[in-house]
């Protein structure tokens, strides 16, 4: 089963359990969203098309994220005339996972919108409980290679925590170096590891690379 939907003046084929990137919309992770401009819905061997929208079709969705697209270099020049023109643009995007599709104007059960509550809260507070004194789990610039343009930009895709990077799977990973623009470096300079050892207790690898050099002295 599959729909249609119309949302920030584009159009997307959504699915179950399916993630999708759309125009940005108000919302924090975990917030559940309806859309009620569905275009067409396929279920099976049926298919309804609206006119323009199906009646009684809604889609049900819960934001994963908010995240930014891609950086775009937008140039205009006139020849001759010496003018030129440079600008930079990101897009502003939200991450949506579809939970349900509902029709003849069925309500979003309660089971749609608990998943990521569930799963979301104790996180944060179970890895943190062993942090070094003086560590602030906040604080993902003690993770050795995270500099102040890296930091930034982490933090402009909504990555502001050392659980956040701990949990990080495969797939986040890819998706985060392709959209810092940093093939390969969360492995090369060991990210996740560093943050899982922070939230467990150990002190910053920098700061023991120098007590260690300093030893050596």
Same mark, same amino acid.
């Given at each position: 089963?599959?729909?249609?939907?119309?949302?920030?003046?584009? *159009?997307?084929?959504?699915?179950?359990? $399916?993630?999708v990137q =759309?125009?940005?919309?108000?919302?924090?992770?975990?917030? $559940?969203?309806?859309?009620?401009?569905?275009?067409?819905?396929?279920?099976?061997?049926?298919?309804?098309?609206?006119? #323009?929208?199906?009646?009684?079709?809604?889609?049900?969705?819960?934001?994963?994220? $908010?995240? /930014?697209?891609?950086? @775009?270099?937008?140039?205009?020049?006139?020849? /001759?005339?010496?003018?030129? /023109?440079?600008?930079?643009?990101? *897009?502003?995007?939200?991450?949506?996972? @579809?939970?349900? =599709?509902?029709?003849?104007?069925?309500?979003?059960?309660?089971?749609?919108?608990? #998943?990521?509550?569930?799963?979301?809260?104790?996180?944060?507070?179970?890895?943190?409980?062993?942090?070094?004194?003086?560590?602030?789990?906040?604080? =993902?610039?003690?993770?050795?290679?995270?500099? #102040?343009?890296?930091?930034?930009?982490?933090?402009? =895709?909504? @990555?502001?925590?050392?659980?956040?990077?701990?949990? !990080?799977?495969?797939?986040?990973?890819?998706?985060?170096?392709?959209?810092?623009? *940093?093939?390969?470096?969360?492995?090369?300079?060991? !990210?996740?590891?560093?943050?899982?050892?922070?939230?467990?207790?150990k002190?910053? /690898?920098a700061?023991?690379?120098?007590?260690?050099?300093?030893?050596?002295?």
């Open positions: 089963m599959y729909a249609v939907i119309k949302t920030g003046g584009k *159009q997307y084929r959504v699915a179950a359990d $399916q993630k =759309i125009e940005k919309l108000e919302g924090n992770p975990g917030d $559940q969203v309806e859309f009620t401009s569905v275009l067409m819905v396929s279920n099976g061997s049926t298919i309804d098309i609206g006119a #323009p929208f199906v009646a009684g079709a809604t889609v049900v969705g819960e934001i994963a994220s $908010q995240d /930014r697209g891609p950086h @775009i270099i937008i140039f205009k020049k006139r020849r /001759r005339k010496h003018y030129r /023109r440079r600008n930079g643009h990101r *897009q502003d995007l939200t991450s949506v996972t @579809i939970r349900e =599709i509902l029709l003849g104007g069925a309500k979003p059960s309660k089971k749609a919108a608990a #998943p990521k509550k569930a799963e979301a809260a104790p996180a944060p507070a179970a890895l943190a409980s062993g942090l070094a004194e003086g560590v602030n789990a906040d604080d =993902i610039s003690l993770i050795g290679g995270i500099g #102040p343009k890296l930091l930034k930009g982490l933090n402009d =895709i909504g @990555i502001t925590t050392l659980a956040q990077i701990a949990a !990080w799977s495969d797939s986040d990973v890819e998706r985060i170096e392709t959209e810092l623009k *940093q093939k390969g470096r969360v492995a090369r300079e060991e !990210w996740i590891e560093q943050a899982k050892e922070l939230l467990a207790g002190p910053p /690898r700061k023991s690379d120098k007590a260690r050099a300093k030893d050596q002295e």
